[in-house]
């Protein structure tokens, strides 16, 4: 059997199929597929759909991804998206995210007009508002701020990701606030400390220090990964300490944060005796 007789199967009649088309055409590695596939990402069955997104995932191929997102967009109520909000569909929402090109303005406006669109729920506007992050379009900073400390605690958590992943220095006085406000959902704290660590700006080194004694276990996780990326030895004493947190994920995270920390102090090491011989 080859493509074609797959590409075919992707219109019969039966669903079972179709499925079974769509996921060996994930196999392929051939971007003439592409069309087809996500032609059947809008098929009216949701294993179809399933199996046609995740076969794109598969291909891993930059040009799925403005018809990916143009499904998601366009179908906005369909069992694909009732799977993406459930924690099964977070290997979807995570493949699609590391698909979106830093620079693309035009996948850029299409999110943020999605984010206002109030026939989008909740979730679906926080993935969308995730997702404008990757694209770094700087002109959306000061709206994402706003958002950060008014609206849903899942889209107010997204904002939070996606200023990390802007990497605008505006950001870290927010995300800062934030961080210590003992009201604040623990998500959107734990967001917060993960995007501290992306912006990369030291300044952020003591409040993450302090969050490593956090109540929620998975703000000092956070903490911990965040104080590895940044590279600020005065955190190493405070990460030895919390190798001994009862949670073991905080335990792990600050065990590589120490030896992110302990390998960026030995390069510095050597760079400076480099330099002065």
Known sequence: MNTQFYLEQLTHTDQRR?????RWLGNTADAAVIPALISAVHDHDGKVQYAAFSALLKLGMQEAASGMFNALLTMKTTNLWNLMKLNIGMRLRAGLLEMVQRGDTELSARLFAAVQDAEFDELQ??????ALGRTGDAQHVDWLLATLTDGPDAVRAAA????GHMGDARAVGPLLDALRHPDAHNAIREVAAEA??????KSAAEPLMTALMDPNEWVRRAAAVSLGDLGDA??????????????TMVQDAAFDALKKLS????????RNTVSKN
């Open 18 to 22: 179709r499925a079974e088309a769509a």
């Open 263 to 270: 390998y960026t102090s030995y390069t510095a090491v050597v």
């Open 196 to 201: 501290l660590g992306r912006i990369g700006d």
């Open 125 to 130: 506007r926080a993935y969308f508002v995730a």
């Open 160 to 163: 939070a990701e996606a200023l």
């Open 234 to 247: 005065s955190a190493v004493e405070s990460l030895s300490q919390a190798i001994y947190d009862e949670s």
